[in-house]
């Protein structure tokens, strides 16, 4: 979406009460109309990942993620117009931060009782064995291998919003979480110059929905989730970014699956006109 993006033809390419909120919000904070729809898309594709899949007329089915990379200059109210669709998305990140404290006390208390219960056993085991007690040897090893099998497995968290996580940091929260979530990044610029290979293949497999598999020293891990990404950025660092790695973000893909807004400027530009009042921000930001 550029500066020739189309006003005029925008209910053709959004649903009527889609359409009229983009002109009402466009109205509102008088950032470019791209900007606009491009931040209503990110929403929407968090809002939807988990939940809906798209079929292509070919029949192959892909998810309805969206990476977004908007590109434009401090003061074109880049994440002041996101933060209005994001309204009930971080509601609701919010309302899963309660549960999270809630589900990790809960995990603590459980491991802790086990923890307990194991050691008083190990106790008696030992003491059985240096009464060289063959019966309480028996109903202790057994005692302990059913204990074995009640160990507490750790509930998992959910999280939605990712704030400027390192790429690893995100794999790695994104893997604890039980429900897709969305990369937001205001310094996109210094994301995609410090771009590695590992990078770019991590984020081009989170955008076609597959599985990764993450081996490190600590301990390995799953990812199988899904993700959105909001890159914001100038466009100086922007071609800063492409000039520098070229072949790890447009050799690799990711550029490619980028929605790209570059839109012309409306700083020192202020219009005036209808209202659209057919679908409220309200509406669209409600957490169910």
């Known amino acids: 979406m550029n500066a020739n993006f189309n006003e005029s033809k925008l209910h053709l390419c959004l649903h009527p009460k889609l359409s009229n909120l983009a002109r009402s919000v466009q109205n509102q904070i008088q950032s ?12 929407l594709s968090t809002a939807m990942q988990s939940f809906v899949k798209v079929r292509l007329p070919i029949g192959m089915t892909i998810p309805s993620n969206l990476y977004v990379c908007t590109i434009a200059d401090s ?10 669709f994001m309204k009930g998305i971080r509601q609701f990140d919010n309302e899963l931060s309660v549960m999270n404290q809630q ?4 995990n603590k208390s459980k491991q802790t009782v086990w923890d307990l219960r194991y050691s008083e056993l190990m106790k008696k085991l030992k003491k059985a064995i240096n009464q060289n007690d ?33 790429i690893e940091a995100l794999t790695f929260q994104l893997g604890q979480s039980k429900v897709g979530g969305l990369y937001v990044t205001t310094e996109a610029g210094s994301v995609l110059k410090n771009m590695t290979t590992k990078h770019t293949s991590l984020l081009n497999t989170l955008w076609d929905g597959e599985k990764i598999h993450v081996d490190r020293q600590s301990g390995s891990y799953d990812v199988d ?20 790695k070229e072949n790890m973000i447009r050799g690799s893909g990711l550029l490619a699956r980028m929605l790209v807004c570059y839109p012309q400027s ?20 409600i957490v169910n």
């Open 32 to 43: 470019p109309m791209p900007i606009v729809v491009s931040s209503m898309l990110t929403a």
């Open 75 to 84: 003061g074109e109210r880049k994440t002041s117009t996101l933060n209005l």
């Open 103 to 106: 589900i990790i006390f809960s």
């Open 134 to 166: 063959a019966g309480n040897i028996d109903v202790y090893s057994t005692k302990l291998r059913e204990l074995e099998s009640e160990k507490p497995t750790e509930e998992q968290i959910s999280r939605i919003v990712f704030d400027d996580a390192t």
């Open 225 to 244: 989730n899904i993700l959105s990404c909001s890159f914001s950025v100038q466009p100086d660092l922007f071609t800063e970014a492409i000039v520098k």
């Open 266 to 285: 409306t700083q020192g530009f202020r219009s005036i006109s209808e209202s659209f009042t057919n679908f409220d921000l309200e509406d669209f930001n």
